[in-house]
């Protein structure tokens, strides 16, 4: 489930202006929405809308295509991502181990939905179908870190530890 950031934009000028000259630098390249979606992502670590119309304006490409092409692919993301990005696995393995009581104890310590950021920036929340850890099921990952065979016990100390 997607839900809308509560986080504000805090684009730079410097941010715009790399974006500016990306789009300069693909705007005659047949098929450069992707690419420069791609880039802008890198940019701004998403795709807030407020990006989306600088590029739809840019290209001069309807805003409705921009943004049908930025909720297609997965790889793009319209909401921001904390500063540690907390992935959830549901994948068989951590599933039947029970990582949805896992992820629904995240949202409410967090006080966010999955696929949302808190308020602060601080943490992101997603859910995953695999994170290649079948054997410490349930597991979850921050920031690349893997933890396994976690408890609902645990997710508060291991929370506590990012601050």
Not at 11 to 35: C, F, K, M, S
Not at 95 to 102: A, E, F, H, L, R
Not at 106 to 120: A, C, H, P, S, Y
Request: glycine letters at 10%; proline letters at 6%.
């Amino acid at each position: 489930m997607s839900t809308i950031s509560k986080v504000p934009f805090r684009g730079t000028p410097e941010q715009e202006q790399e974006l500016l000259a990306v789009i300069n630098e693909l705007r005659d390249t047949p098929g450069n929405l992707v690419p420069v979606l791609q880039r802008a992502q890198d940019i701004y670590g998403y795709l807030p809308v407020e990006v989306q119309t600088i590029i739809s304006d840019e290209l001069k490409i309807p805003m409705e295509k921009v943004y049908g092409v930025s909720t297609f692919y997965s790889q793009f993301s319209l909401n921001p991502k904390g500063k540690y990005k907390i992935q959830v696995c549901l994948g068989t393995a951590c599933y039947v181990k029970n990582s949805g009581p896992i992820y629904d104890k995240l949202q409410t310590l967090l006080g966010i939905e999955g696929g949302g950021v808190t308020d602060d920036g601080k943490f992101s929340l997603e859910a995953c179908r695999c994170l290649g850890a079948c054997g410490l099921a349930p597991a979850m990952m921050v920031n690349g870190e893997v933890y396994g065979r976690l408890t609902l016990d645990e997710l508060p100390k291991i929370l506590k530890s990012f601050e």
